[in-house]
């Protein structure tokens, strides 16, 4: 079984329950990667009885840190209407809610379509560029390949303030695997904070929100398979306390907007 | 009492519940402007008794198209952390949940910060720009003041398809009333559909889901009082019924982020 499915695996519970595992492949600093814990609540309505159509959208809001061990999710689906549905979800540890969630599924129909962000051209293949380094860093980061073209991990942190927090990469799990819903709910948390790259100085962090738009369906995410995706992620505005990051997921082939995402993150000093 | 007040004014209810009505001076084609729905949905913790800070973050998902008349807001603390807290609301009317909603407050400390995106430069100011025009148009648009310098509504709607969505404008509310944080939170979903501008092409659209977070504190919105904000939206990508947007809200001086925000809008064709 791939680490990723361990990770997300769910029991389901009578009442609208579902019970998971922290698993120490996906361990971060404190608790477990933020992404895992995402694509577990995405996990939830997915298996749902009462599913209907894929993601369009889903919020996680992350209320504490997550003890390694066993959590309960219920997703509760609030609205169902003709093509779209509305969820509402939360994540309890020891009696307490450590993260709530919502998310919009839908029934997709053919529509004109068009991009308007553009991906970065005329990036080197991911077979020529060298997987970015892991020693030190948390287990997490080893069930991802990433090569990045510009904005890695800064190696060392050598506090030269960068005028940019820009990053852009080709990733995919680890061993690879074939990108489904849950798998792209996490690798969108898979871009580091991007006060590490602008600031090149590690400080005490965390996600407190987290929203990804999907704008693949099933069938654009089984062209996809388990070939590396191009992430190309920025801060918005650092202030007092809080900033933003947002982040693009793009198909190798077209290429074609996978996900879009953004997340507001707590910061000391 | 400005519209905006009495179009945002909750009846606080037991049991975490508060009781809001829809406003005329709001009406969009079909029920209210989501902008209020949402400053409504924070109105809730705003005024709630428990509340701890300001608010970081808020996700409002919209299930159904609210009738005009009464609708019920539950505003529950999910979990409160020393310095973080986090909400779960729900809008009820008719029985039938109409929106859901989660919100993060928080008090913030001074710390290192620094903008990463940028407004755009040498814009001439409000006062040298023509107001942007209402006639036909739903009566919320009435209530905030445009300015457009790039983007504006199309008129007319020529289906001359355009090579990308950006809007740039001056806005505020009409009459002029100081910037708080439900007014901001409104103001954010005042950017047009994205695919209007694109396509100069009306269609059925539908935003499914909103996510504001707000760079602004309390003091920084004092300051701003009731002068224009600069915003900026443009579309990321549409396909398959599904298009999101992103929209900035900068201070006229400085310029300093206020907030930005992102939406997800279902589209028909």
Not at 56 to 65: C, R, S, Y
Not at 137 to 156: C, I, Q, V
Not at 177 to 197: G, K, N, Y
Request: aromatic share 10%.
């Amino acid at each position: 079984m791939h680490p990723f499915d361990t990770a997300t695996l769910l029991e389901t519970l009578p009442d609208d329950r579902f019970r998971g595992h922290t698993s120490p492949a996906y361990a971060n600093m404190v608790g477990p990667f933020g992404g895992v814990t995402a694509a577990c609540l995405l996990q939830a309505p997915m298996q749902h009885t009462a599913r209907l159509g894929d993601p369009i959208a889903l919020t996680v809001n992350f209320a504490a840190a997550l003890a390694d061990g066993e959590f309960v999710i219920t997703a509760r689906p609030v609205r169902t209407n003709r093509s779209t549905q509305h969820w509402s979800m939360e994540l309890v540890q020891g009696g307490d809610v450590a993260a709530s969630a919502s998310a919009v599924f839908a029934v997709r129909r053919e529509t004109w379509s068009a991009p308007e962000a553009a991906p970065p051209s005329n990036l080197p293949g991911p077979g020529t560029l060298a997987r970015s380094p892991l020693a030190g860093r948390p287990a997490w980061t080893r069930r991802y390949d990433m090569r990045f073209t510009r904005g890695p991990m800064p190696e060392p942190f050598d506090e030269q303030q960068q005028p940019d927090s820009v990053s852009e990469l080709w990733v995919r799990d680890d061993p690879p695997r074939p990108l489904d819903f849950p798998a792209l709910a996490s690798l969108c948390d898979s871009f580091f904070p991007r006060i590490f790259v602008r600031r090149r100085k590690v400080v005490p962090i965390g996600t407190v929100s987290l929203t990804t738009y999907f704008h693949a369906d099933a069938a654009l995410l089984r062209a996809q398979a388990d070939r590396h995706v191009l992430g190309v992620a920025r801060a918005v505005n650092f202030r007092n306390g809080y900033f933003d990051q947002s982040a693009e997921v793009w198909s190798d082939a077209g290429p074609q907007l996978l996900a879009s995402s953004h997340q507001v993150v707590y910061y000391r000093e």
